[in-house]
């Protein structure tokens, strides 16, 4: 097989690729439901079971027609869900505790190989987020993990989540590239799926901890991608970098 051109620049997703979001809201939500009196020791299915509904969300605002809202809102939606299938009204708990259990989402720690892996990248390729996080969201968790971004793109550049087309390409074209110049790199092969029939370039990034040792719910949109790599340190010697 002949080997696919270079892109001009990378887009990565982030939550599960770039950050290990399970182990980091399992530790966050340990310490929040010991403080409304929940047994800690649920924080791993509690963890679970609030990123579980984040599928049927982003496709709920599709089918919906509802309006863009950032991701932090939708998170929040999602996680007094998660309490109200536990038994617990988040009405009755302290505003605060929940605003705060709820930016737990800006305090996900990386994989181990993702500092030194992008740095490698960076120094050949612009690498920027193609997420469906917003903005201060991503920032806040830049800031605290090191992520050395060229640039911070939230969904609220494209006004859409992916796999929107649109989500997709519309980052191509801020980048002033054509969307087959721009390489989306994720751990998630539905995610990738969605980038290639917008016409970008791909590379996944295989995270098998991501849930736990289970498996992913979106094995079955895998395809043979342009590039596979075990860590981003594999992916940037296989991209020359």
Same mark, same amino acid.
């Given at each position: 097989?002949?080997?696919? &051109?270079?892109?001009?620049?990378?887009?990565?997703?982030?939550?599960?690729?770039?950050?290990?979001?399970?182990?980091?809201?399992?530790?966050? &939500?340990?310490?929040?439901?010991?403080?409304?009196?929940?047994?800690?020791?649920?924080?791993?299915?509690?963890?679970?079971?609030?990123?579980? !509904?984040?599928?049927?969300?982003?496709?709920?605002?599709?089918?919906?027609?509802?309006?863009?809202?950032?991701?932090?809102?939708?998170?929040?939606?999602?996680?007094?869900?998660?309490?109200?299938?536990?038994?617990?009204?988040?009405?009755?708990?302290?505003?605060?505790?929940?605003?705060?259990?709820?930016?737990?989402?800006?305090?996900?720690?990386?994989?181990?190989?993702?500092?030194?892996?992008?740095?490698?990248?960076?120094?050949?390729?612009?690498?920027?987020?193609?997420?469906?996080?917003?903005?201060?969201?991503?920032?806040?968790?830049?800031?605290?993990?090191?992520?050395?971004?060229?640039?911070?793109?939230?969904?609220?550049?494209?006004?859409?989540?992916?796999?929107?087309?649109?989500?997709?390409?519309?980052?191509?074209?801020?980048?002033?590239?054509?969307?087959?110049?721009?390489?989306?790199?994720?751990?998630?092969?539905?995610?990738?799926?969605?980038?290639?029939?917008?016409?970008?370039?791909?590379?996944?990034?295989?995270?098998?901890?991501?849930?736990?040792?289970?498996?992913?719910?979106?094995?079955?949109?895998?395809?043979?991608?342009?590039?596979?790599?075990? &860590?981003?340190?594999?992916?940037?010697? !296989?991209?020359?970098?």
């Amino acid at each position: 097989m002949t080997a696919p &051109s270079l892109p001009k620049a990378l887009a990565f997703d982030v939550f599960g690729t770039v950050v290990d979001w399970r182990t980091s809201v399992t530790r966050e &939500s340990a310490g929040f439901l010991a403080a409304i009196g929940e047994d800690p020791a649920d924080a791993a299915a509690f963890a679970d079971g609030w990123r579980g !509904q984040y599928i049927a969300a982003m496709v709920g605002m599709r089918k919906s027609g509802r309006a863009f809202v950032p991701l932090d809102v939708l998170h929040r939606e999602m996680l007094e869900a998660a309490l109200r299938a536990r038994g617990v009204d988040p009405a009755g708990l302290d505003a605060a505790l929940l605003a705060d259990w709820n930016r737990a989402w800006h305090r996900l720690d990386p994989w181990p190989d993702a500092v030194e892996g992008l740095a490698r990248l960076k120094a050949r390729f612009p690498i920027v987020t193609l997420s469906n996080g917003n903005i201060a969201l991503l920032l806040n968790m830049a800031r605290r993990a090191g992520l050395p971004w060229d640039a911070i793109l939230g969904a609220e550049v494209s006004g859409t989540y992916k796999p929107d087309p649109r989500a997709y390409q519309h980052t191509a074209e801020v980048l002033g590239i054509a969307p087959g110049e721009l390489c989306l790199v994720a751990a998630h092969h539905g995610d990738l799926a969605g980038a290639r029939a917008a016409g970008l370039l791909t590379a996944y990034v295989d995270r098998p901890d991501e849930y736990g040792g289970a498996p992913a719910p979106d094995a079955h949109h895998e395809q043979a991608w342009e590039w596979s790599a075990t &860590s981003f340190v594999e992916l940037a010697d !296989q991209l020359g970098c």
